[in-house]
């Protein structure tokens, strides 16, 4: 079963303006990650935030974790074409040895 | 060289064929998984392996086996493949001294069961 869902399912902007993906997610967690997957190719991790922090940066990456809400946001400033690519986030639980739980993905299109 | 290695990259085959899905590692890690992505999906977990005697069943194992036969290699077997097999494979490590789970992808292998 799927504990994450993404929103939206896709995302179209246009390059230079900036791209927010939202996760929810239902039970506690011990992580959140956030993946990119370029078409049809493996994932690459891109950010790791622990239930424990509020915000994490990374570049042009923005991540914010609300476990009240059981919510995250990523926000990819100033896009690129070279972002094109959806995005999953995956979450870990310490009480099933951290194996990661994905959501559907978000399908992000930058436009030049 | 990429650090998790998957063969075949893409692989056509019939209704009853047994196929077999490789993965090696360069990456030292100790544990290992397989999952399966179909469209419009998140990757669900096929099995997954903590080192070479603990293997475990994921959340779809049926109709899949899988074996270790190293640290660095871990295959997945479709003993008699069905059409709704046809998906995109993946394999990944990570390692267990770094208590985050953090996983390292190949490229995939795309599978049409005809």
């Known amino acids: 079963s799927q504990q994450g869902e993404e929103d939206p399912q896709a995302l179209s902007i246009q390059e230079g303006e900036n791209a927010t993906m939202n996760c929810s997610y239902k039970?506690?967690?011990?992580?959140l990650q956030w993946y990119r997957q370029n078409s049809g190719r493996g994932l690459v991790h891109l950010i790791l935030?622990?239930?424990n922090e509020r915000e994490k940066h990374s570049g042009r990456l923005r991540v914010t974790l609300d476990t009240s809400k059981k919510s995250s946001s990523l926000l990819i400033t100033a896009s690129r074409a070279a972002d094109t690519a959806s995005y999953f986030c995956?979450?870990?639980?310490?009480?099933?040895?951290?194996?990661?739980?994905w959501g559907a993905g978000t399908k992000l299109i930058i436009k030049p | 060289d990429a650090d998790v290695t998957q063969t075949p990259r893409n692989r056509i085959t019939k209704t009853g064929k047994r196929i077999m899905l490789e993965c090696s590692q360069t990456?030292?890690?100790?544990?290992m998984y397989w999952y399966r992505q179909d469209p419009g999906l998140g990757l669900r977990l096929i099995y997954y392996?903590?080192?070479?005697?603990?293997?475990n069943k994921g959340e779809i194992s049926d109709g899949y086996s899988v074996s270790r036969q190293a640290q660095a290699k871990f295959s997945l077997s479709l003993e008699s493949a069905i059409p709704n097999q046809t998906a995109l494979y993946f394999c990944?490590?990570?390692?267990?001294?770094?208590?985050?789970?953090?996983?390292?992808f190949g490229a995939g292998t795309r599978l049409s069961v005809l």
């Open positions: 990944a490590t990570s390692d267990s001294q770094i208590a985050k789970n953090i996983q390292y």
């Open positions: 990456k030292g890690h100790d544990r």
């Open positions: 392996s903590f080192d070479v005697k603990d293997i």
């Open positions: 039970t506690s967690i011990n992580n």
């Open positions: 935030i622990r239930s």
């Open positions: 995956a979450t870990a639980r310490r009480d099933s040895n951290y194996q990661l739980i």
